[in-house]
T-cell receptor, first 113, second 116 residues
Framework: ETGVTQTPRHLVMGMTNKKSLKCEQHLGHNAMYWYKQSAKKPLELMFVYNFKEQTENNSVPSRFSPECPNSSHLFLHLHTLQPEDSALYLC????????????FGQGTRLTVV | GENVEQHPSTLSVQEGDSAVIKCTYS??????FPWYKQELGKRPQLIID?????GEKKDQRIAVTLNKTAKHFSLHITETQPEDSAVYFCAATIQNYGGSQGNLIFGKGTKLSVKP
């Protein structure tokens, strides 16, 4: 265990559904991230939060909506997704932004049907 | 263009041989370069990292070298074993993605297969 927990581990959703992915860390880290892992782009940065403030949105479509209510929790809200959004979504956290080790959660395997 | 490029995308070696994976980066301000190993069905985990004030770092069979002038760094695995088979990712802190701390940007990964 790395101290970063993601739920659910697997998710199947229809294109008209709304769902949320959850990430939780109790490592005292100040930065949290969402990465998308697919065959085309193995570790693609989506969103970054530093001290609860979003500091990066890497041209992600608006059907993905992040939320960071506090420094320990991070959500990714999903709505009207496309089949090509099927991928492994990895959450990570680090103590001091991009200059320190990132600890990854186990990921949520998302399938859009 | 890409901020972090990684080569090769696949690498097959015989058990006991050495494996070398190379990465280049574009941001001259980058100062942190970690390497992650991802086994099948598992999360990426840090195996070694290096900072810009050091040219080489070694941990048992794993070593990383950094050439800041050329903006490239490499992972070296000696005496490879079947359990070294995994996907390896390099990363670099890229400042131009915003924030004073920069963000870790990953290469596309190298699938290493060690044949017994």
């Amino acid at each position: 265990e790395t101290g970063v927990t993601q739920t659910p581990r697997h998710l199947v959703m229809g294109m008209t559904n709304k769902k949320s992915l959850k990430c939780e860390q109790h490592l005292g880290h100040n930065a949290m991230y969402w990465y998308k892992q697919s065959a085309k782009k193995p570790l693609e940065l989506m969103f970054v939060y530093n001290f609860k403030e979003q500091t990066e949105n890497n041209s992600v479509p608006s059907r993905f909506s992040p939320e960071c209510p506090n420094s320990s929790h991070l959500f990714l809200h999903l709505h009207t997704l496309q089949p090509e959004d099927s991928a492994l979504y990895l959450c990570a956290s680090s103590r001091q932004g991009g200059r320190t080790e990132a600890f990854f959660g186990q990921g949520t395997r998302l399938t859009v049907v | 263009g890409e901020n972090v490029e990684q080569h090769p995308s696949t690498l097959s070696v015989q058990e006991g041989d050495s494996a070398v994976i190379k990465c280049t980066y574009s941001d001259s301000a980058s100062n942190y370069f970690p390497w992650y190993k991802q086994e099948l069905g598992k999360r990426p985990q840090l195996i070694i990292d290096i900072r810009s004030n050091v040219g080489e770092k070694k941990d048992q069979r794993i070593a990383v070298t950094l050439n800041k002038t050329a903006k490239h760094f490499s992972l070296h695995i000696t005496e490879t074993q079947p359990e070294d088979s995994a996907v390896y990712f390099c990363a670099a802190t890229i400042q131009n993605y915003g924030g004073s701390q920069g963000n870790l940007i990953f290469g596309k990964g190298t699938k290493l297969s060690v044949k017994p």
